[in-house]
């Protein structure tokens, strides 16, 4: 199983600001997968990172509110931008493992005032 | 319309008290069905996988079971160390995509 590590593991932002999370893994991997989870709700699925390529968007979700970086095959950062009371939520990163299960970190809860 | 849903949406047992919880799937092209258990402000943690109708897989007082059309995560015996949410997801073969159900909250009681 993959080791995943996330920063911030929580943050309160003001409305309007932008905040970078971060995410290591411990092997080299193709794809990361960044992941939403809204308060008492299930993961909804934001984007597919790949290493030298754009991010890919899951529908609802843009570059523009969620720049996502990919500069080698452990790390990731994803940008919740211009911060709404909405954005608040818990931000998820995982990998697929070798039998196709998905690894997660430890999720980096946002709160927007 | 792919679609993943569990039931209950949250259950009460007390400390020894089995009892099921049920991921029902309608998609197409199935490649795997997964549980994890996701505790209060921690990211989801991966118990198990199972591939064709009749797989079943286990883990301490955990089994899970597979049909054509859903999964059981039978919980026998259960302690209050068990108290947290179940999710369950499916993968596609078509789609390099997971699905996630919305989990059942689970709370055991000593």
């Known amino acids: 199983s993959a080791v995943i590590s996330q920063k911030p593991s929580r943050d309160i932002c003001q409305r309007g600001t932008s905040l970078t999370i971060q995410c290591q893994v411990d092997?080299?991997?193709?794809?990361m997968f960044w992941y939403r989870q809204q308060p008492g709700q299930s993961l909804t699925l934001i984007a597919t990172?790949?290493?030298?390529?754009?991010?890919?968007?899951e529908s609802g979700f843009v570059i523009d509110k969620f720049p996502i970086s990919r500069p080698n095959l452990t790390f990731s950062t994803l940008t919740v931008s211009n911060m709404s009371p909405e954005d608040s939520s818990i931000y998820l990163c995982?990998?697929?493992?070798?039998?196709?299960?998905?690894?997660f970190g430890e999720g980096s809860r946002l709160t927007v005032l | 319309e792919d679609q993943v849903t569990q039931s209950p949406e949250a259950l009460r047992l007390q400390e020894g008290e089995s009892s099921s919880l049920n991921c029902s799937y309608t998609?197409?092209?199935?490649?795997?069905l997964f549980w994890y258990r996701q505790d209060p402000g921690k990211g989801p943690e991966f118990l198990f996988t199972?591939?064709?109708a009749g797989e079943e897989k286990e883990k301490e007082r955990l089994k899970a079971t597979l049909t054509k059309k859903e999964s059981f995560l039978h919980i026998t015996a259960p302690k209050p160390e068990d108290s947290a949410t179940y999710l369950c997801?499916?993968?596609?073969?078509?789609?390099?995509?997971?699905?996630f159900g919305s989990g059942t909250k689970l709370n055991v009681k000593p």
């Open positions: 092997s080299q991997v193709t794809m």
């Open positions: 990172a790949n290493q030298g390529s754009e991010a890919t968007y």
């Open positions: 997801a499916v993968s596609l073969y078509n789609f390099n995509k997971f699905y």
């Open positions: 998609v197409s092209g199935l490649r795997g």
């Open positions: 199972l591939y064709s």
């Open positions: 995982s990998v697929e493992g070798g039998a196709g299960e998905l690894f």
